[in-house]
């Protein structure tokens, strides 16, 4: 017998523990809802300022307010989806 035969009854090969992967459909589409949510705010205000810049405040702060809102609703909508997933698993 050999140094470098090792008996086949004595090799113990590593077995990983069996580990549930757990699929969350609606994570991928809540980060990419807010995600889109942000661009669309980021241009909103780029909008506004350059309304302000030439002289239409009125419209500038309608589309600031508009935006606002748009970014509070989906920070609610945000937090609201993450306490009710958290809450199944």
């Known amino acids: 017998m050999s140094v470098f035969t090792i008996p ?3 090799i113990q090969l590593p ?3 069996s580990q549930k992967i757990e699929y969350t459909p609606n994570f991928g589409i809540r980060k990419l809802f807010v995600i889109i949510v942000v661009i669309g705010i980021i241009s909103a205000l780029a909008v506004a300022a350059l309304m302000y ?3 239409d405040t009125q419209k500038s702060g309608i589309v600031l307010m508009t935006a606002g809102g748009i970014g509070l609703l989906t920070m ?3 937090a609201i989806g993450k306490a009710r997933s ?3 698993g």
Do not use: F, K, N, R
Request: proline share 7%; glycine share 6%.
């Open 76 to 78: 609610i909508i945000s």
């Open 15 to 17: 077995s990983a523990p």
């Open 8 to 10: 086949s009854d004595t």
């Open 86 to 88: 958290s809450t199944h």
């Open 53 to 55: 810049q030439h002289g």
